[in-house]
DNA sequence: GCTTAATGTTTATGCCGTAAACATAGCAGC
DNA sequence: GCTGCTATGTTTACGGCATAAACATTAAGC
């Protein structure tokens, strides 16, 4: 068979770069998918290829889900680092990484869920050497002025207050008021030291 | 035909109360297994009823999952209560609530995450008539001894602290460590009031 | 240029949720 | 006591899903 262009774009056997652009889709997908409803079949779709060729660059679903967790993570420490950056010399630039991380969350709900609620065995924990848990671990440290007890402490309050009151806002359990979020997150109610 | 009892019991047409029966087995599955492995047949199977009936007591699976959610939701509110009881006229009355709250979460994950987690349009907030949430409010109130919006404030901060300390252990971000849940529901370094 | 490995496709299997049509049986009124 | 209605199950069917296996195409190295 002669291979004629009877269409304007011949669509290419191979794609050139599937791996990259299905992880695009993916994500762009979580945009306005929640995760449970995202399949690969219609990534494969989104991409024009077929519904299997996903398996020759991820073993599963787990996998490519995975790998947009990889991405989630990245851009909530990016986030958190624009806002510290922001707030840097405010008395409170460690709160501002907390509200960051609460309206990343909010922005990018379904892709928030995914790098936290998909990590069973497919990513390392956030203390990882992400850029996140890093930033988390530097501003604990600063507010207790070098204090490694505290600091250990303080690291996990804060981080379980920003993921529930992130959490119980994507629910639905709490209304996703931008004032609340300055209120709960309040240097001079939240902890004590 | 004769209706002869070949077997030793024989399996009536009518189940009689299937649809207890279903939550029964949907409240033991989840036990086990992750809510999203959840399937209706599997539950029919289970109940030893044909794959459709479900819809006999249900309209859809989501309906089913909200069952499930009100008896998680009831519970949880019954072993805070309980926790609450024993710490009474204890100094840390309050925190003994929420390290309930957070040790159901642990024994009880997949309905844990199902009470919070499946209520887009399931189940209303847990600020309705439900236990857990009016001991939420009745401890927190009485720990600002009455202030209205202290104590809106410091509800919600509690809340989310607790809620996040078992969302990140549930999914294996921080170890599900005893312990560790007191250092982080601590009354002298988590609230400054 | 031929071989080979990488990358896609086709086909198939066995789950799933759910809709529609049909079967059974308890019960209400005569 | 018979009749018919309604609640409750069953059967059958459909389309979608993840994934496995066999096959096709193409790019890259010798």
């Not at 990259?20 to 994500?27: D, E, K, P, Q, S």
């Not at 991409?47 to 889900?65: E, I, N």
């Not at 840097?88 to 960051?100: K, L, P, V």
């Amino acid at each position: 068979m002669v291979t004629v262009s009877t269409s304007p774009q011949t669509r290419a056997y191979h794609h050139g770069d599937l791996r990259t652009a299905l992880v695009a889709a993916g994500l762009k997908a979580l945009e306005t998918t929640p995760v449970e409803d995202l399949s690969l079949r219609a990534l494969a779709r989104e991409v024009g290829v077929s519904p299997t060729a996903v398996y020759r660059h991820f073993p599963d679903k787990q996998a490519l889900l995975g790998a947009l967790a990889a991405e989630g993570i990245e851009q909530l420490g990016q986030y958190q680092q624009a806002a510290a950056a922001a707030a840097e010399g405010n008395s409170d630039a460690f709160g501002a990484t907390g509200r960051a991380y609460v309206r990343w969350a909010l922005a990018n709900p379904a892709l928030f869920r995914l790098v936290f609620g998909q990590c069973r065995d497919v990513g390392p924990s956030i203390f990882g050497d992400n850029l996140a848990a890093r930033l988390l671990q530097d501003k604990a440290l600063r507010a207790v002025r070098g204090d490694e007890a505290g600091a250990q402490q303080l690291m996990v309050q804060a981080w379980a207050v920003v993921h529930g009151l992130a959490m119980l806002m994507l629910d639905g359990q709490l209304p996703q008021d931008d004032a609340l979020i300055d209120r709960v997150i309040d240097p001079r109610t939240l902890f004590a030291r």
